[in-house]
């Protein structure tokens, strides 16, 4: 088993599919067993591994996804280390509310996580179905299906 090398408020390279690369900061991490971590995602694609000072002025209403996370993409390399950010503030990086949509019934719910640990499910409350828009999609992503994500999010 790879041990964790990452804490929050650390940013990261991530390979997009068909080229390029994006960043990820580290908003939440319970670096355990079932690793998930909170990350808020930042475009454009880029050439090559973005530097420390062309991500240090990026904010969370910046990021295109904010998404709940595996850290396999982290502990195998394959996303490289960028450096932590100089002044790491938790305040600034919230964990949201996310959004899920109840396809068979059309309800829409408000999805509350523990704002300490990503992978601790809160409670959920039933919403109107127009509040979706404004939240992040609810779920749990592998590092391979993030690259995907944000390679169609990028293209």
Do not use: C, Q
Not at 115 to 134: F, K, M, T, V, Y
């Amino acid at each position: 088993m790879l041990e964790p090398t990452y804490r929050e408020g650390d940013w990261f390279a991530v390979p997009l599919r068909g080229g390029g690369f994006a960043a990820v900061i580290v908003a939440r991490a319970m670096p355990r067993m079932e690793s998930v971590l909170l990350g808020y995602f930042f475009g454009p694609r880029r050439g090559g591994v973005p530097t420390l000072d062309e991500l240090s002025a990026l904010s969370a209403s910046d990021a295109v996804l904010v998404e709940r996370f595996g850290d396999l993409g982290i502990l195998d390399g394959t996303w490289p280390l960028v450096g932590h950010a100089d002044t790491w503030d938790r305040g600034a990086w919230p964990t949201p509310a996310f959004g899920r949509l109840e396809e068979l019934t059309g309800r829409a719910f408000k999805v509350i996580y523990d704002d300490g640990d990503p992978n601790r499910l809160l409670r959920e409350e039933r919403i109107d179905l127009s509040e979706l828009a404004s939240m992040p999609k609810d779920g749990l992503s592998g590092a391979g299906a993030v690259e995907r994500i944000l390679a169609r999010l990028l293209f």
